[in-house]
């Protein structure tokens, strides 16, 4: 089944430890998108590929960063993770930017822990 | 203000009962709308999309979308106990942006 996957599921990192989430799809779409969600809040997007170009949220802290070496797989980098950070990170693709492409499909989610 | 704005809840309806869950947007050249569930501590998963005014069913739900008031709601008729968890309504302009989410309860 055509999908999107994350790994890990679950993440213990301590504080100021960088970390590295992955995202994999075989959906074969033009569009990856990174999310944070804090618990009770709306998914917050970070940023997103829009096949390689990248497209960085103004109020996206410097501290994370993103890699897409290729249309499946794409890279949420933390690189000194704060305890603000704890949260569920959300890998989110769709087949393309114009309009009727855009509905995004969500993998599983990563759940991030800074002690 | 918000862009996109929902009623936290929580929204609590017996089994069985319509549960009706609104959403309001700010940017009015909006122009695609998606009705997400979430259950707790999993990722959203899409239930709906609508592009045009008026309503859009799809077996138990229906998505209302009305571009000149700037809402679009769902309606869950027969409403289940496995329907409890949050709703995000999110809005796509330029990117795609989510609610805050409605919570629903279904009591059995």
């Known amino acids: 089944d055509a999908m999107v996957i994350q790994n890990p599921r679950y993440q213990v990192t301590q504080f100021g430890k960088p970390v590295t989430l992955s995202c994999s799809q075989t959906l074969n779409h033009n569009v990856m998108y990174w999310y944070q969600q804090k618990s009770s809040q709306a998914p917050k997007l970070l940023f997103h590929?829009?096949?390689?170009?990248?497209?960085n949220e103004a109020d996206t802290p410097d501290n994370f960063q993103s890699r897409r070496p290729n249309t499946s797989f794409c890279f949420l980098d933390i690189r000194s993770p704060g305890l603000g950070d704890t949260a569920m990170y959300l890998c989110a693709t769709s087949r393309d930017l114009g309009q009727g492409y855009q509905t995004q499909y969500f993998g599983p989610g990563t759940r991030l822990l800074v002690l | 203000q918000k862009e996109v704005e929902q009623n936290s809840g929580p929204l609590s309806v017996p089994e069985g009962a319509i549960a009706s869950l609104n959403c309001t947007y700010s940017d009015r050249v909006s122009q695609s709308f998606f009705w997400y569930r979430q259950y707790s501590g999993k990722s959203p998963e899409l239930i709906m999309s609508?592009?045009?005014?008026g309503d859009k069913e799809d077996g138990r739900f229906t998505a209302q979308l009305n571009k000149a008031s700037q809402y679009v709601s769902l309606l869950i008729r027969d409403s289940q106990p496995s329907d409890s968890a949050t709703y995000l309504c999110a809005v796509i302009s330029n990117d795609m942006r989510f609610g805050a989410g409605t919570r629903l309860t279904v009591k059995p």
């Open positions: 609508i592009y045009s005014n």
């Open positions: 590929y829009y096949d390689k170009d990248f497209n």
